[in-house]
C-alpha cells in the first residue's frame, strides 16, 4: 500500500491565504516549463469570473473551463483539448477529482481548501504528480480561517505529502471525524434491524 509507481517524486503541498501574486506566479513557473495548471473553483455561478481574472494576471495563457453543467458533448470537447495540450490552464470544479491522468499537469490550485474533506484534497492532489516530474498542490484559504477541523485536515494534508502517504491520512481523518458509533444502539443503515450479535454469527 506504502509502495509508490517507480520515478514518482512527492508533491510538494503549499497552504497559504488567497493570494492573486501566487496564483500567477504558480501558472507562470508551470507554463514556463511547458506544463500545464488545474485551478479549482467549486463554485459554477463565479467560475468564469475567476478564468477571466487568471487571463487577466497571466496574460497569453490559454484558459479552459469545465463543469458538470455544462453540455456534454462542450465538456468532453474541453477536456479532450486540455489533454492534447491546446489549453495551458484548466479551471473546473470537482469533476478532475477521479479519473483524469494528465502526466503534462503538474501544478494545481485549489481555492477554498478549507471547504474540502481530508479524502477530497488528498484525491485532488493526486491529479498531479502522475508521471516523473516535480508536481506542486497550492490550497488557499481565506484569510483569518481558524483552528478547527478545517486547519486539522490542512495540517495533515501539508504533513502527509511524502509518496505512500495515503494511509497515513486515512487514519488521520479518523481521528479527525471521528469512528461512528459502530457498537451502539445508533446506527444508520440496516444494522440495527439485524442486531449485533446476529451480525457477528453472520460475518462468522
Aim: one cysteine or more.
Amino acid at each position: 500500500i506504502e509502495t509508490p509507481p517507480p520515478n514518482r517524486q512527492p508533491v510538494e503541498t503549499i497552504v497559504c491565504a488567497y493570494d492573486e501574486r501566487v496564483i500567477r506566479d504558480a501558472i507562470q513557473r508551470e507554463t514556463a516549463r511547458g506544463g500545464q495548471v488545474y485551478v479549482l473553483h467549486n463554485r459554477v455561478r463565479t467560475i468564469d469570473h475567476l478564468a477571466d481574472r487568471i487571463r487577466e494576471l497571466v496574460p497569453g495563457v490559454r484558459v479552459v473551463v469545465g463543469h458538470g453543467q455544462m453540455d456534454e458533448t462542450l465538456l468532453e470537447d474541453i477536456m479532450h483539448s486540455f489533454v492534447a495540450g491546446r489549453a495551458d490552464v484548466l479551471v473546473s470544479t470537482t469533476i478532475i477529482e477521479s479519473g483524469l491522468d494528465i502526466p503534462n499537469a503538474n501544478t494545481i490550485l485549489i481555492d477554498r481548501a478549507d471547504l474540502f474533506g481530508l479524502a477530497d484534497l488528498y484525491q485532488l492532489r493526486g491529479r498531479v504528480g502522475r508521471s516523473g516530474t516535480k508536481a506542486y498542490a497550492y490550497l488557499f484559504l481565506p484569510r483569518g480561517t481558524g483552528t478547527g477541523d478545517a486547519r486539522k485536515r490542512l495540517s495533515a494534508i501539508k504533513q502527509y505529502s511524502h509518496l505512500g502517504a495515503g494511509f497515513k491520512i486515512a487514519m488521520r481523518d479518523l481521528e479527525i471525524r471521528g469512528a461512528g458509533n459502530i457498537l451502539g444502539t445508533a446506527q444508520s443503515g440496516h444494522i440495527i434491524t439485524v442486531g449485533f450479535d446476529l451480525y457477528c454469527k453472520m460475518l462468522r
